[in-house]
Nanobody, 125 residues
């Protein structure tokens, strides 16, 4: 089992920056692709970013490309999402997710096995 705990969400003004974190339990973090997804009220869950097991490869949703950066620290079993140039439409609950061990990266939420409880990010315009 993998437990994921997000932190760092909050209220930020449009144009500002915020960095959220996701700490994983267990000893298999480095074997798992990690992803960030978000869901705004009344909208479907949306892929934000994913990162390969080593961190060498990253993937982004079109709406955040060039503004958000995903990274990971395998020694700390933590994945991060740096969000810059935030917009009101970035307001959502952001959740981190882990794929099964040794599986490839994916943008599909259904292919992630473990999920955190989510952290609220609110961008005021």
């Amino acid at each position: 089992q993998v437990q994921l705990v997000e932190s760092g969400g909050g209220l930020v003004q449009a144009g500002g920056s915020l960095k959220i974190s996701c700490a994983a339990s267990g000893h298999t973090f480095s074997t798992r692709v990690m992803g960030w997804f978000r869901q705004a009220p009344g909208k479907e869950r949306e892929f934000v970013a994913a990162i390969s097991r080593s961190g060498a490869n990253t993937y982004y949703g079109d709406s955040v490309k060039g503004r958000f950066t995903i990274s990971r620290d395998n020694a700390k079993s933590t994945v991060y999402l740096q969000m810059n140039s935030l917009k009101a439409e970035d307001t959502a609950v952001y959740s981190c997710a882990a794929r099964g061990s040794m599986l490839a990266a994916s943008t599909r939420a259904a292919e992630y096995n473990y999920w955190g409880q989510g952290t609220q990010v609110t961008v005021s315009s």
